[in-house]
Nanobody, 129 residues
């Protein structure tokens, strides 16, 4: 079992920045691909970003490209989501997810929430105008 705990959410003004963290335990962190998803009220869960195990290749949802950056620190068992240029439409609960599967295919795999076996409890991000 993998446990994931997110932190770093909060209230920020338009154009501001936040950094989310997700601490993992229960499995060697370097063997996990990690993703961030978000869900706004009344909307479906949306892919935000992912970072692959091993290669560290990153992927981003179209709505956050150029503004958000995902990174990982295997020594600290933590994945980060740096969010800059925040907009009101970024308001959502942000979830960290982990996938232990060794997958060598294309990027679409990492954008699908059903591919992730473990999920955190979520952290609220609210962007005020």
């Amino acid at each position: 079992q993998v446990q994931l705990v997110e932190s770093g959410g909060g209230l920020v003004q338009v154009g501001g920045s936040l950094r989310l963290s997700c601490a993992a335990s229960g499995r060697t962190f370097s063997t996990l691909s990690m993703g961030w998803f978000r869900q706004a009220p009344g909307k479906e869960r949306e892919f935000v970003a992912a970072i692959r195990r091993g290669s560290g290749i990153t992927y981003y949802g179209d709505s956050v490209k150029g503004r958000f950056t995902i990174s990982r620190d295997n020594a600290k068992n933590t994945v980060y989501l740096q969010m800059n240029g925040l907009k009101p439409e970024d308001t959502a609960v942000y979830y960290c997810a982990a996938d232990p599967t060794a997958y060598y295919g294309g990027s679409d795999y990492y954008t699908r929430d059903r591919e992730y076996d473990y999920w955190g409890q979520g952290t609220q991000v609210t962007v005020s105008s």
